[in-house]
C-alpha cells in the first residue's frame, strides 16, 4: 500500500508571492486534494538580511485570497502553521552535528573572500570552478577549530551517476564527478537551502516535492544529502517556468506578477486559479474550470515539460466569464471598494441600498472584464459630475442631436411611469414620427448620461438612475457644464 500523498510549498518570505510561485503552490495544493493527501505550508526563512515578516503576510494573503489552505502546521486550535524555518534551527545544527560524528561532513575554515579568489582564478584557467576540498583533513578533527567560525561541508566522493525519474521531464542525470563538496551549515550556524530542505522534507514526511525546474540542478546535491543520512528519497516534479509573451522569463517588464496585484486590479481569485491551472497543464480542449473539477482531474501525467507562456489578454478574458457568472450579492461586494477608488462616497453607496446595486452590476456585468472596469463603466449613474469623452460629445451631441433631447424632456416627464418599456415605447414612436432609427435618438441620451458612446441598454439605465438625475444629467449637457 502506498504511503499518503504529502506536498509542501515552501516559499522564502522576501517578497510578495509571483505568478510563477503561486501556480507551484497551486499544482501542489490540487495534486494533494486529488490523491486525499496533506498539503504543508512552509516559509524558508533563514536568510535573515531578507525575509520579513511582511512577506509572510503577503504571501499567506495571496494563499487565503486563492483559496489555498493547508493542512498541517506548529499551532494548536484555528488555522495551523505555517512552519518557520528560523524556528527550526536546532534540527538542522543536530543532523549536521550527527554528518560531523559520522566523517560524512567537515568543518572548513575558508573565508568567502579567499573562496571568491579561487573560483575566479579556476575559470580563468578553464578549469571546475568548485571547492577544492582542501579542508578536507579536518574531517572529525576538531583541533584548534572546534566550529566557531568555521563551516560544515558535506563530504561527496564525486564516483558515480546521479539519477531520478522526473515526474514531469522523465528521467535525469547527473554526473557525480561535477557535485563539489558543498556547505551545509554556514559559519553563523544558518543551514544552507539544500541542507534545510532535505531535512524538512524528510521530518514533515514529504512524498512528493512538486516544484520549479530551476530547482534541478539542486537535486543532485539533496539526492547526496538523502544517501548520506541514510533516508528515503522523495518523488520530484518539477514544473517548466513561465514565460512573458516575449518568450523571456516572466519579469516586472511584462506587467503585474504579484498574484494580490490582480485583485488589485479587479481580477476574480477563481479566475486566477482557473488560468494558473491552465498555465502549463491541460484537460482535453476544457477552459474553464470549477474548484471541484480541477481536482478531480488534475494530475503530474499532464503537466507540460515545456515553458508556457502568460498571457494577459486570456487571463482578461477568462476573468470576464467568471464576472459574468458572479452572483449579485457577491459581485456588489467585490464592486464597493472599486467604486469608492472611482470617486463614489460610501455614503452615496449605503443610501442607494443593495437592491439598487445589485441592478447595476447585473446590467454592467456583461461587458465587462474587471472589477475595476465594471467600477469605472457603472460610475456614471451614480450622482455628482461624470468624465465626458469630448470627441464622444463632439460627434454625437451636434445641434440637432441636442434640439431632440430638448423635445423628449417634457415627453419623457409626461410619462405616467418610469419604466424601461415605457421608455423604450416612446422612443420608438417618437422615432417613427421623425423618419428616425430608435438609435438616432438613444444614442445622444447614453452620451449625455454617460458622456460616451458605449454603455449597456440605455432604457434601463435611465429607469435605474430616476427621472430627477436622468433631466438633471440631461440638462446639464444641454447648457454644456459637467
Known amino acids: 500500500m502506498e504511503p499518503q500523498v504529502r ?3 515552501a516559499p522564502s518570505p522576501t517578497g510578495y508571492l509571483h505568478v510563477g510561485g503561486a501556480r507551484t503552490a497551486l499544482y501542489n495544493w490540487l495534486f494533494a486534494r486529488h490523491t486525499q493527501g496533506v498539503f504543508v505550508l512552509r516559509i524558508e526563512d533563514t536568510d535573515a538580511e531578507r525575509s520579513t515578516d511582511e512577506s509572510t503576510a503577503a504571501i499567506l494573503d495571496a494563499m487565503h485570497w486563492m483559496g489555498l489552505d493547508w493542512d498541517e502546521g506548529p499551532g494548536v486550535g484555528g488555522p495551523v502553521g505555517p512552519y518557520r524555518q528560523v524556528e527550526r534551527l536546532k534540527l538542522y545544527q543536530e543532523y549536521a552535528q550527527k554528518l560531523l560524528d559520522e566523517g560524512k561532513a567537515y568543518y572548513c575554515v575558508c573565508a568567502p573572500e579567499e573562496l571568491e579568489t579561487r573560483r575566479k582564478a579556476a575559470l580563468a584557467a578553464g578549469t571546475s570552478p568548485k571547492y577544492d576540498g582542501r579542508c578536507r583533513p579536518r574531517v572529525n578533527d576538531l583541533s584548534g577549530v572546534g566550529g566557531k567560525g568555521a563551516a560544515v561541508r558535506l563530504l561527496v566522493s564525486g564516483e558515480g551517476r546521479t539519477e531520478f525519474a522526473d515526474l514531469v521531464h522523465g528521467p535525469i542525470g547527473f554526473e557525480n ?30 512524498t512528493h516535492v512538486i516544484r520549479g525546474d530551476d ?5 543532485p546535491r539533496q539526492m547526496s544529502l538523502y544517501d548520506a543520512l541514510g533516508l528515503s528519497v522523495p518523488y520530484f516534479a518539477h514544473i517548466p517556468m513561465i514565460l512573458g509573451p516575449d518568450r523571456s522569463r516572466l519579469s516586472k517588464r511584462h506587467g503585474a506578477t504579484s498574484v494580490m496585484a490582480y485583485q488589485q486590479m479587479g481580477y476574480l481569485p477563481e479566475a486566477m486559479v482557473n488560468y494558473l491551472a491552465r498555465l502549463g497543464w491541460s484537460h482535453g480542449d476544457q477552459e474553464i474550470f470549477t474548484q471541484d473539477e480541477l481536482v478531480r482531474h488534475f494530475s503530474l501525467e499532464k503537466v507540460g515539460k515545456t515553458p508556457a507562456v502568460f498571457d494577459p489578454v486570456k487571463l482578461e478574458w477568462l476573468n470576464g466569464q467568471y464576472i459574468k457568472q458572479t452572483a449579485p450579492d457577491r459581485l456588489t461586494a467585490l464592486l464597493r471598494p472599486f467604486w469608492e477608488a472611482a470617486g463614489v462616497q460610501q455614503e452615496e453607496l449605503d443610501r442607494k441600498g443593495e437592491d439598487w446595486l445589485q441592478k447595476v452590476g447585473l446590467l454592467f456585468q456583461e461587458r465587462a472584464r474587471t472589477v475595476t472596469e465594471l467600477a469605472s463603466s457603472s460610475r456614471f449613474v451614480f450622482d455628482g459630475t461624470i468624465e465626458r469623452d469630448p470627441t464622444a460629445m463632439r460627434k454625437v451631441l451636434t445641434a440637432e442631436a441636442k434640439a431632440r433631447l430638448r423635445t423628449l424632456l417634457p415627453e419623457i416627464d409626461a410619462l405616467s411611469t418610469f419604466t424601461a418599456v415605457a421608455l423604450e415605447s416612446l422612443f420608438r414612436t417618437r422615432a417613427t414620427a421623425l423618419g428616425l432609427k430608435l438609435v438616432d435618438l438613444a444614442q445622444p441620451f447614453r452620451t449625455a448620461l454617460s458622456g460616451k458612446t458605449v454603455s449597456p441598454p440605455i432604457f434601463p439605465i435611465m429607469e435605474l438612475m430616476g427621472w430627477e438625475a436622468v433631466q438633471r444629467r440631461v440638462e446639464e449637457t444641454l447648457e454644456g457644464e459637467g
Do not use: E, Q
Request: hydrophobic share 45%; glycine share 6%.
Open 7 to 9: 506536498v509542501r510549498f
Open 177 to 206: 564527478v561535477d557535485l563539489d563538496d558543498f556547505v551545509l551549515l554556514r559559519s553563523d550556524g544558518i543551514p544552507t537551502y539544500n541542507f534545510a530542505v532535505v531535512i524538512d522534507d524528510t521530518l514533515m514526511g514529504i
Open 215 to 219: 530547482h534541478i540542478s539542486n537535486t
